[in-house]
Structures are given as C-alpha cells and as structure tokens.
C-alpha cells in the first residue's frame, strides 16, 4: 500500500477513533502505520472538501491534527520534509497566490463532474497539478505561485498558521502595523534562512522568540517573557511544555578518540594527571567509556529563555542588528499575509417572517439524511410536488394561527 492509501486509510481510521470516543488519540494511528505526517496532513483538507456529511466536531478535530502535524510534527528529524527543503526555504511571497485581473466575459462553462473537482483537489494535496479543462480555467481568480507543489502547499499552510497566531500576541500586546510587520519580517526570515531552527521543535517557540527579540531592539521594557508567555495561555493550542521544554542541543554520537599511528610515540608522552574528584567519588571515571569507543551524548533541554539565549540569539544576531536604528543597513519589511476570509454560509433565509431556508443542493449526500424527520424538505428536481404543497399548507396554517412556522 503506497503513502497516499495509507494516509487516507489512516484518516478514515482517525475518524472512526474520535467518533467512538476511544482513548487511542492522535498521532497513535500514523505511529503504528509508520506514516510520516508531513504525507499524512495531505488528505485531510481533500476529505473534508468532499466528505459533506462530515459533523462540525469532526472537521473541528480534523483541522486541529492538521495544525499539530504543521506547527511540530511534521518538523521532526526523521521527517521527509528535509529531503525536500532547499537550502533557502521558500518564503512567503513564494508560496502565496497573487490576485489576478478578472477575465474577460465569457459564456457559463458547463459544471464539472464531481470525479474531476476530486481528482483536482487531490493532485493539488500530494504536489501535482490539477487536470486542465477549459472551463475551470475561466473562474481562477488567483495565478499560480513561484512555489508550488507539496512543498509550497505546507509551507503556505505554515506562514497561515503562525500569521494567525502571530497577529494574536501582537493584538494582545498592543503592537501597531509597522512594529507587527518587523516581527513578521524576523520571524519569516528565521523560517527562510534558518529552518534547522524548527528541527524537533514547535512554530509557537520561534513566534515567541521573534516577537521579544524585536520589542528588545526598540526597547518594549514592558515587553518580556513572562508577559508574552501570559498572553500565549490563552491561545487555545498553548500548552505549558512548549515553553517549559524546548530543545537546546539535540542528540548526538560522540567522535571517537584517535590513537596515535606511532606506538613509540606514546609511550614517551607523560601520563596526564586527573583532576581530583568531585562531591568526594571518582565513580564517573570508572564507568568512562575507552578512549576509542563510541559514546552517545544526551539531549539538553530548557525553558524558552535558554533556548533564546543559547540557540536563537546566535542563529538570527546578524540579521536581528540591522534593525538596530544605529546602523544603516535596514532590512527589507515582509509584507504581512493576507488570506482569504471564510465564506458565508451558501444557506439563505426566504422571509424574514418565516424559518424557509434555501441551500444549495449536495449531490454526495442522500435525501434522507439531509434533515430531521421533524422538519419539513423539498429538494427541487428530486422531491415529489406534493412535499411542495404540504410546505405550503404547514406555512399558511400556522400564519393564520399566529404561530411561527416550523423551519
């Protein structure tokens, strides 16, 4: 089974799990699987574009596995993203999708069938390009971006994601638009120049990070960490481990001792004193391992200060100065993101004296499950004329009545 059956496999899966309530949660079904989530986050968007009859709560928990695998998991070491990254990572001017100037008029294209809008979504997901027709062509109001693919689609998803809640601390910490756009510009670079930064750690750390480096250059006394972190608790995906626990120096096999090529050589040399030992035992000397072993070195890990001082600071201190108002070598500001709001719900009110709606109708979902048994349907070119008249006579009775019609 290739990636992309498995990873929609695991999404039905993931989807049976949070329905039942069953205590295996998310990632437990794509460990098991051995699912990469970089491959896995892909099919979800599609399913739930084409699933209909999904509940909100289910496309809730969806879209909050989708910002897990994008904010963290999906930055682990073993992730097939970094075979994909470019030494510069793309930014966000690059994956973005310009407006285009509106077409021409042309005559109403024919509907597209349901299997090519499918297709079409799914070969956007896994990195391809949708199949082309003719029609479609007439109603893209945005042009492609210079980055496209699998990895211009994360990476937009990304720069989404932190915009977000990047916004949000700058609103809660009273920043106006030039000072928000400096922390963009930071943060954004950050993710561009130096993306090994995010190997094995979380987006909300380096959000964190930039927006106190830069309120440090411009002298925001009132801005520091435990007043940005005050504000991240309430950011409903904060958890206290992703400040409290961030990575310093990951893993690492320690290089081997090299001998001499010259046996004579060492014999000559004086035996090197040990220090003494210390708290009163010289226990670690015995246990050390021969000098041409190959010992592993432990992870280090602190709190989002450590991190800032020891990993952040020397990592952006170049290009964090140029900020400074001392020098002259200012940086080019990121134009900060802009996305598409949420469409309006397609349902719209009849009357404002009576509960008739009228809402596009859904050719995946079957008749009967549209409404409860306790209202009233009529599906036009589907439903027979006399639901249309029984709707009619409900109304009229119960306007005569003084009662509200059922909706």
Same mark, same amino acid.
């Not at 000098?291 to 989002?304: A, F, H, L, M, Y």
């Given at each position: 089974?290739?990636?992309?059956?498995?990873?929609?496999?695991?999404?039905?899966?993931?989807?049976?799990?949070?329905?039942?309530?069953?205590?295996?949660?998310?990632?437990?079904?794509?460990?098991?699987?051995?699912?990469?989530?970089?491959?896995?986050?892909?099919?979800?968007? @599609?399913?739930?574009?084409?699933?209909?009859?999904?509940?909100?709560?289910?496309?809730?928990?969806?879209?909050?596995?989708?910002?897990?695998?994008?904010?963290?998991?999906?930055?682990?070491?073993?992730?097939?993203?970094?075979?994909?990254?470019?030494?510069?990572?793309?930014?966000?001017?690059?994956?973005?999708?310009?407006?285009?100037?509106?077409?021409?008029?042309?005559?109403?294209?024919?509907?597209?069938?349901?299997?090519?809008?499918?297709?079409?979504?799914?070969?956007?997901? @896994?990195?391809?390009?949708?199949?082309?027709?003719?029609?479609?062509?007439?109603?893209?109001?945005?042009?492609?971006?210079?980055?496209?693919?699998?990895?211009?689609?994360?990476?937009?998803?990304?720069?989404?994601?932190?915009?977000?809640?990047?916004?949000?601390?700058?609103?809660?910490?009273?920043?106006?638009?030039?000072?928000?756009?400096?922390?963009?510009?930071?943060?954004?670079?950050?993710?561009?120049?130096?993306?090994?930064?995010?190997?094995?750690?979380?987006?909300?750390?380096?959000?964190?990070?930039?927006?106190?480096?830069?309120?440090?250059?411009?002298?925001?006394?009132?801005?520091?960490?435990?007043?940005?972190?005050?504000?991240?608790?309430?950011?409903?995906?904060?958890?206290?481990?992703?400040?409290?626990?961030?990575?310093?120096?990951?893993?690492?096999?320690?290089?081997?001792?090299?001998?001499?090529?010259?046996?004579?050589?060492?014999?000559?040399?004086?035996?090197?004193?040990?220090?003494?030992?210390?708290?009163?035992?010289?226990?670690?000397?015995?246990?050390?391992?021969?000098?041409?072993?190959?010992?592993?070195?432990?992870?280090?890990?602190?709190?989002?200060?450590?991190?800032?001082?020891?990993?952040?600071?020397?990592?952006?201190?170049?290009?964090?100065?140029?900020?400074?108002?001392?020098?002259?070598?200012?940086?080019?500001?990121?134009?900060?993101?802009?996305?598409?709001?949420?469409?309006?719900?397609?349902?719209?009110?009849?009357?404002?004296?009576?509960?008739?709606?009228?809402?596009?109708?859904?050719?995946?979902?079957?008749?009967?499950?549209?409404?409860?048994?306790?209202?009233?349907?009529?599906?036009?070119?589907?439903?027979?004329?006399?639901?249309?008249?029984?709707?009619?006579?409900?109304?009229?009775?119960?306007?005569?009545?003084?009662?509200?019609?059922?909706?």
């Amino acid at each position: 089974m290739d990636v992309f059956h498995a990873s929609v496999f695991a999404c039905c899966f993931e989807i049976v799990l949070f329905s039942y309530n069953s205590p295996f949660c998310f990632p437990w079904i794509i460990d098991n699987l051995k699912i990469p989530p970089y491959h896995f986050y892909k099919v979800i968007e @599609v399913i739930i574009k084409e699933e209909k009859s999904l509940s909100r709560s289910l496309v809730k928990h969806l879209n909050q596995v989708e910002e897990r695998i994008l904010e963290s998991l999906a930055w682990q070491s073993a992730s097939p993203l970094y075979s994909s990254l470019p030494p510069t990572a793309p930014s966000y001017e690059d994956v973005a999708a310009t407006k285009s100037p509106p077409p021409l008029p042309a005559p109403r294209p024919l509907p597209i069938p349901v299997a090519t809008s499918f297709i079409a979504a799914v070969a956007t997901a @896994v990195g391809g390009a949708p199949p082309s027709s003719g029609q479609a062509s007439l109603h893209q109001p945005e042009t492609r971006p210079k980055q496209t693919g699998s990895l211009g689609l994360f990476y937009r998803k990304v720069y989404h994601l932190a915009h977000i809640r990047l916004t949000n601390l700058c609103e809660k910490l009273e920043f106006d638009e030039s000072f928000h756009q400096k922390v963009w510009t930071c943060f954004e670079h950050c993710l561009v120049h130096n993306s090994h930064l995010m190997r094995d750690r979380h987006l909300d750390q380096l959000i964190m990070c930039a927006v106190y480096v830069v309120a440090k250059i411009y002298e925001h006394s009132d801005v520091n960490f435990q007043r940005i972190m005050e504000y991240y608790r309430h950011q409903p995906q904060a958890r206290s481990h992703i400040y409290r626990n961030v990575l310093l120096e990951p893993k690492r096999m320690a290089q081997p001792s090299k001998l001499s090529d010259s046996p004579s050589r060492t014999t000559r040399r004086s035996p090197r004193k040990r220090p003494p030992p210390t708290d009163g035992s010289d226990a670690s000397s015995l246990s050390a391992p021969p000098p041409n072993s190959v010992s592993e070195k432990e992870e280090q890990r602190g709190d989002i200060i450590s991190f800032y001082n020891k990993v952040y600071v020397p990592a952006m201190k170049e290009f964090v100065l140029k900020f400074c108002p001392a020098t002259n070598t200012f940086p080019t500001l990121s134009p900060l993101p802009v996305f598409k709001k949420n469409q309006p719900s397609p349902k719209r009110k009849v009357s404002a004296n009576h509960h008739l709606y009228l809402s596009p109708q859904s050719s995946t979902v079957p008749q009967r499950g549209l409404t409860p048994r306790s209202r009233m349907l009529y599906c036009f070119s589907r439903s027979p004329a006399k639901k249309l008249k029984e709707m009619n006579e409900a109304v009229a009775a119960r306007c005569l009545s003084g009662r509200p019609p059922k909706r």
